[in-house]
């Protein structure tokens, strides 16, 4: 990932943000993580405080604030909107860690220690801002409940579809389009009870725009693009690993490339692995 992001920052120079799973110096085993914007100096501190026996650790990365703790990630999430209602929530999982920052992306995969991860899967997305402003919020992907999606593309009825989810009991901490797809794809696994590939097709059954999609879970991920697939994509599929991106140069330097399958994703197809 380090060096694939040599080969998409000419697709969006101003930001960057990433989600890492399995990495166990990150989010070691009984700890969960949450990841915030806009907290407050003291979170550390607020967080602990309600927390006393959890072994509360922050740590700042680029715009994000990054806190674990040795509780369950409902309980991390409940305590740290409750401390730091101003803040916005952009990840959480147990297995699983968010950032996002404004900037040169070669110089947010330094801060992110990008080198250093470990782990079994990851997703770093580049944006160049179109239709809002530069900031750490319009970062992707969108987080909820170790679930990621980063996104190229809109959805024209996702207003629509916000207020159906509202109407349910979800909640949002944007009003980013990307957000809608996050929050469906999440409350179709969690409260319906369907698996990444059931929710993905539903999504593309329902929501309307061009888009390519990739959406991570702490088992599997999915690309998923519409019927007219006028953004790009690019798979390579070895017998070991399975990587996407935008662009080709982003991919063509990963080992084992030879043994590779390299194929454009079909138009209006879900592609799922699970590991």
Known sequence: ???MVEGIVV?????????LYGDPERVPDDYSSVSLLNAPSDIKELVSAKLPEADVSVEDMAETTFIRAK??????????REVAPDASVIGSGEDSVVY????????????????DATGYQGVIHTRLATESAIDAEGAHPYSVNGLSI?????FSNHATIRRDLMEKGVEFDSQNDTEVAARYI?????ELGESLDEAAEALSENFDGFYTLLITTEDSFAVARDQYACKPAIIAEHPDWVAMASEFQAISHLPGMDDAKIFEPAPGKVYTWKR
Not at 11 to 19: E, W
Not at 150 to 154: A, E
């Open 71 to 80: 509780v369950p990630v409902k309980e991390l999430v409940l305590i740290a």
């Open 11 to 19: 697709r969006g120079p101003d930001s960057a943000g990433v989600a």
């Open 100 to 115: 996002k920052g404004v900037g040169n992306p070669l110089d947010l995969r330094e801060t992110y220690r990008l080198a």
């Open 150 to 154: 980063v996104h190229n593309g809109s």
């Open 1 to 3: 990932m380090h060096e």
């Open 186 to 190: 999440s409350y179709r696994m969690q």
